[in-house]
Every structure is written in C-alpha cells, then in structure tokens.
C-alpha cells in the first residue's frame, strides 16, 4: 500500500516563530488533506489540497503531486497551533485514507 | 458546515460488554467509515461504507462488526469487549467520488476493564 511520511515527528518553537511541516507519500493521489488533531482529540479539517498551492490565513500549504510532496506552512505561531498535524492520501481506486505519523507541534508562550 | 457527531467522547466498559458507537452525519455523504487511533500506531481503518446495508473490511476489522440501515448513521459494534480494544474511535464521512475530503467526528474514547 501506499506509505507516508511525516517530518520532522516533533516540533517545539516559540510564540510568533514560522513553520514548515513536510509529507511525502509513495505513489500518486488523488486526495491529499492536512488536518490538525487538538487536545482533545478531534481531527480538524486544514487543507484538501490534491495539488496546488492554498491558504488560510495564517496556515497555507502546497501539494507538488508530481514530486509526492506536500508543505504545510504556520506562519506567527500562536499557543492554539499546538496539537499534532496529520497528513493523509488516497490514491486512485481507494476510497480510504492513509495516514501518516504525525508532526507534534508546541508552541510555547 | 459538515457535522459528524459521535454518541459518545468518553465510554468505560467491562471486558465481554456488548458495545455499540454510533456515527451521525448530517450531509448526505454516501461513504462513512470508522477508525481507531492508538500511541505509535497513527490511525488504522476499522470498516467502511458505501451506502446503506454495504460495508466493506479495513485494515483491523477483527473484533468489530458494523451496521448501516440509515443513510446517515453508521454504527460499530465490538461483539464482547477486549482490554485490547481500548482506543480512540473516530467516524468520517464523505461523498462519493474520485475527488472528496472526509470530515471527522469528536471521537470516541473507549476504556475496557
């Protein structure tokens, strides 16, 4: 099956510092979302983000589908960005998602 | 807004206990689906499904069993529960289609004793 990888797995910066969050996956995809799993354990949607490039605010990310990778970047980090960031794929003929590791993101005051 | 709700954030139950969860959503999403998270292991699929009555195996469905009869409610089942079933259940759901984002519940909590 498809493989994915996050990096890097952990992440400590200060209040207003940028990041940038990588995923690579193995094989090409027809879905790729960024979600943001908080505190209490709900995987917020960030980004559905097959190719291209997106942003939110202060989130954006960018999908190079031909390179199988994927860019989260946090701009001005708050407290609230803490959490752990997945990325998942899905590849063609497959309705369901693979997930890879998770980045743990902590910002710190 | 997609809403997926879960019966349940925290549930403790007894080794051998029958356990439903439940799965709502409100946006007439054809697949919904079920996984489980633990530590170390990321999230895993459990079971899916396509449509009413349908339901395809994920990757661990040993243990669980699922139940579709509403469009909207997708329901698993642990027959009787393990110490090693204690996990954190998230619901999805999302259109059908090549080109679809999923959208997650709250999720559950599940501790067996």
């Known amino acids: 099956g498809i493989q994915v990888e996050q990096s890097p797995p952990d992440l400590i910066l200060q209040e207003g510092a940028n990041s940038t969050l990588r995923c690579n996956f193995s094989?090409?995809?027809?879905?790729l979302q960024w979600f943001h799993q908080n505190p209490w354990g709900q995987l917020i949607n960030l980004f559905y983000?097959?190719?291209g490039t997106k942003q939110n605010g202060r989130l954006s990310a960018t999908t190079v589908a031909t390179e199988r990778y994927s860019l989260l970047y946090i701009s001005s980090s708050q407290t609230t960005d803490s959490g752990v960031y997945f990325c998942a794929v899905r590849n063609f003929g497959n309705e369901k998602l693979t997930f890879g590791t998770g980045t743990r993101l902590t910002i710190i005051p | 807004d997609v809403k997926v709700t879960q019966s349940s954030r925290y549930l403790v139950k007894r080794t051998g206990e029958k356990v439903f969860l439940e799965c709502v959503q409100d946006m007439d999403h054809e697949n919904m689906f079920w996984y489980r998270q633990d530590p170390g292991l990321g999230l895993r699929l459990i079971y899916f499904?396509?449509?009413?009555?349908?339901?395809e195996k994920g990757d661990i469905p040993e243990g669980y069993s699922v139940s579709r009869e509403k469009k909207e409610r997708f329901s698993l089942i642990l027959e009787s529960a393990s110490t090693n079933q204690t996990s954190m259940y998230l619901c999805?759901?999302?259109?059908?289609?090549?080109?679809?984002?999923?959208?997650f519940g709250p999720g559950t909590r599940l501790t067996v004793l």
């Open positions: 999805a759901s999302s259109s059908l289609g090549a080109y679809n984002e999923q959208f």
């Open positions: 499904s396509y449509d009413v009555k349908m339901k």
């Open positions: 983000i097959p190719s």
């Open positions: 094989d090409s995809v027809n879905n």
